[in-house]
């Protein structure tokens, strides 16, 4: 089934499509057949040829590099986002990273510096972004992130991405209630366990994500559609009167504890 929604005229930023299995380029993707300008940030050269090859033919779209652990790279992309668009309605944060060595080992190993490292990646970029775009976003602007259920329960070798999406589900919340007086909204989308590349480095994901289809209320695991379905809501009018929330979109899975014919 899809719902026809108009964002002509209305402009967003995705940052961080690795490939065409990223939730972000699922995003981009509902967002793009609703008719909305779309920037891109990608973090390194490695990446910009396959969004290269995504964004060939769309119209009103464009690249930008952007680490978003450098100050100066967001500088530099807000100050695109001003150029190409004027002011940005849509923000989209699809972006988590933790150190090998964080997931590989017990939580309780993990070194201040990969503490640091993914708190930063994972959870304080979105604090940095929220403040760059701050003075371009226009009335009724929405933004959302992309967490995960480990942030509230434990999850093997999760270990300090845990943590980092604890911290990202608790800033949405301190921003929204710094946005909320212009009625900007932000929320962060938590979803069930998809195949993508971040997915695939964290130690033991396949078992994760084959146990996730046969526990989730639907038998199945949701799908990376699905979370763009969620995010076109949450970012267009639909979703007006929500901001702070952590909505989840995983087929039941985070309801469950064994389902009957487990127990
Ligand atoms: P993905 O395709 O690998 O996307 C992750 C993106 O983050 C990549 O484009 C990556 O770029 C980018 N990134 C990492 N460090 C960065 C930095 N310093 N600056 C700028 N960009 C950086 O994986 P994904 O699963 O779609 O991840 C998107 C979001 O969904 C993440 O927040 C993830 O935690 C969340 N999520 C995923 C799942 C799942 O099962 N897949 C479930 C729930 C939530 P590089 O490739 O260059 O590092």
Known sequence: MSVAIDLSGKTALVMGVANARSLGWAIAD??????????????????????????????????????????????ALFARVKEEFGGLDYLVHAIAYAPKAAMDNRFIETTPDDWNTAMGVSAYSLVACCRHAEPLLRE????????????????????????????????????AADFGSREIRINTISAGPMRTIAARSIPGFGGLYDKGARNAAFGRNATPQEVGKLALFLLCDLGSGITGQTIYVDAGLSIMTVKEDQA
């Open 30 to 75: 509902q967002l793009l057949q609703a008719g909305c300008h779309v920037g891109f940030s990608y973090q390194g050269e490695r990446l910009k040829g396959e969004l290269e090859k995504l964004t060939q033919g769309k119209e009103n779209t464009w690249l930008q590099q952007a680490d978003v652990t450098s100050e100066d790279d967001l500088s």
């Open 140 to 175: 009724g602007s929405s933004i959302i992130s992309l967490t995960y259920h480990a942030s509230q329960q434990v999850v093997p070798k999760y270990n300090v991405m845990g943590v980092a999406k604890a911290a990202l589900e608790a800033a949405t919340r301190y921003l």
